[in-house]
């Protein structure tokens, strides 16, 4: 998984590089705890945690008390 990726202005980054990394490394599932992703800030951070989250599960949230 060499090489420069561009993603389109006006699609959310953080996402958009979550769904592509997974893409990327579909066949080979032990390739995406090999990969490397640096960014600039802990928010930064915190955002592609959330975004892996938000792609890999579908959480179903239920309020209870009511």
């Known amino acids: 998984m060499n090489g420069l990726y561009a993603i389109p202005l006006g699609v959310p980054f953080l996402p958009a590089l979550v769904k592509g990394l997974i893409a990327q490394t579909a066949s080979d599932p032990l390739s995406l705890a090999r990969s490397v992703v640096i960014l600039p800030t802990r ?7 959330e975004a892996f989250l938000a792609a890999t599960f579908a959480p179903y949230y239920r309020v209870s008390g009511y």
Not at 43 to 49: I, K
């Open 43 to 49: 928010r930064g951070c915190l955002g592609l945690q």
